[in-house]
């Protein structure tokens, strides 16, 4: 079965095993597909690569709350009714 492999760079179960890290520079900061039997096991992800991955996931989640908020009817208020409200409930709550 041929399987797609989503990284320029390659190396083997073993290979990791035997120097991890020299596996992950080997990759000059990308993934390195790690393959096991010549199929891909898994993908071995530099840290800040990971990073970058995690904030733009965050960044699609925030734009989905967005336009979900977008279509939800709004009311104007103002700062001082704000503070106000806000004023209030802490006197209430002494």
């Not at 010549?38 to 990971?50: G, I, R, S, T, W």
Request: aromatic fraction near 6%.
């Amino acid at each position: 079965m041929n399987h797609i492999i989503h990284s320029r760079f390659v190396a083997s179960v073993s290979e990791l095993k035997k120097n991890p890290m020299q596996v992950v520079n080997n990759g000059f900061g990308e993934a390195v597909a790690i393959l096991n039997r010549n199929n891909p096991a898994f993908y071995c992800v530099p840290a800040d690569m990971y990073e970058k991955l995690m904030d733009l996931i965050e960044d699609q989640e925030l734009i989905k709350l967005a336009e979900q908020v977008d279509t939800e009817e709004t009311v104007k208020v103002s700062m001082n009714d704000l503070r106000a409200r806000v004023h209030k409930n802490s006197s209430e709550k002494v």
